[in-house]
């Protein structure tokens, strides 16, 4: 896979008890050299490229990344900065916190040195996973990358054993994917320009035509099935969102619509 664009953030310099990175862009390339299904010992091409963190084995136990870890994602930016300044270009965020490292490359050895974060209070269960992420972070890994219908996974483990295991991040496309929605309603927008979807509890399908950053949504034919009042109250505001022409902002797995209204719904792809 070829990156046209990387983002390289500065160290970490710590604010009383926070942690501020400033970011910029630069150009620059990378290309897969693996084949589908090769699986490869080694750290290869793993610079310049977005990886989303999937789960962390510790003493056998798997934490697995939570679905609400909104912004999760980790770039590895070889080099060291001023020793004197805590932090570095490798790092980004476990969907809590932002962290920052130093990030030494060579053949199947990945070191991570120099770690800091910021210091907010995440609720678990994504605290706990961010806990235990980036006590494996830091720290002498081997490096194992394997290939899978076109998408990298990387792992990472330590001489104890445990583990770190990153998916490469790819843009799913806007048609074709379930783009969830809560814990339970869902909605797949179709080449055919159609949707199926549920809101909740009840399932939909209808017309929706994608065109000009809107997707014009026609009449939903649902299911008649009776739920719970906070249910269907919630229902009610979401098919009134799924309702005629919206816009919409797709950032990278993340899907934002907005009616007319003002009301928006962001749905996250699975």
């Known amino acids: 896979m070829k990156r046209t664009t990387?983002?390289?953030?500065?160290?970490?310099?710590?604010?009383?008890?926070?942690?501020?990175?400033?970011?910029?862009?630069?150009s620059g390339t990378g290309s897969d050299t693996i084949a589908d299904g090769e699986k490869v010992t080694g750290a290869g091409d793993i610079a310049d490229v977005e990886w989303l963190p999937q789960k962390v084995t510790v003493d056998g136990k798997e934490y697995v990344l939570p679905k609400n870890a909104e912004d999760a994602h980790i770039t590895f930016e070889p080099g060291t900065t001023d020793p004197d300044v805590g932090g570095g270009e490798s790092g980004g965020s476990v969907g809590c916190n932002s962290i920052g490292a130093d990030a030494e490359i060579d053949g199947d050895t990945v070191r991570i040195t120099d770690l800091?974060?910021?210091?907010?209070?995440?609720?678990d269960p994504l605290g706990e996973f961010e806990t235990q992420f980036t006590s494996v972070f830091e720290g002498t890994h081997?490096?194992?990358?394997?290939?899978?219908?076109?998408?990298?996974?990387?792992?990472?483990?330590?001489?104890?054993?445990?583990?770190?295991?990153?998916?490469?991040?790819?843009?799913?496309?806007?048609?074709?994917?379930?783009?969830?929605?809560?814990?339970?309603?869902?909605?797949?927008?179709?080449?055919?320009?159609?949707?199926t979807?549920?809101?909740?509890?009840?399932?939909?399908?209808?017309?929706?035509?994608?065109?000009?950053?809107?997707?014009?949504?026609?009449?939903?034919?649902?299911?008649?099935?009776?739920?719970?009042?906070?249910?269907?109250?919630?229902?009610?505001?979401l098919a009134g969102i799924l309702s005629g022409k919206v816009s919409y902002q797709q950032e990278r797995d993340s899907l934002t619509l907005t009616a007319t209204s003002g009301d928006s719904v962001t749905a996250r792809a699975e």
């Not at 310099?13 to 990175?21: K, Q």
């Not at 800091?116 to 609720?123: D, S, V, Y």
């Not at 909740?200 to 099935?225: P, Q, S, W, Y």
């Open 116 to 123: 800091t974060q910021t210091l907010m209070g995440c609720p």
């Open 142 to 195: 081997k490096a194992t990358v394997t290939k899978r219908d076109g998408t990298r996974t990387l792992t990472l483990t330590s001489p104890d054993g445990d583990t770190i295991t990153l998916r490469e991040m790819t843009v799913p496309a806007l048609k074709g994917t379930r783009w969830a929605i809560g814990p339970k309603a869902h909605l797949t927008l179709g080449k055919d320009d159609t949707v």
């Open 6 to 26: 990387r983002v390289k953030c500065a160290a970490l310099a710590a604010v009383g008890t926070t942690l501020l990175a400033a970011c910029g862009t630069e």
């Open 197 to 237: 979807g549920s809101l909740g509890c009840n399932t939909f399908r209808g017309e929706a035509v994608v065109k000009d950053g809107t997707i014009e949504f026609g009449h939903l034919a649902t299911t008649r099935m009776i739920c719970g009042a906070a249910v269907m109250k919630t229902e009610r505001e």
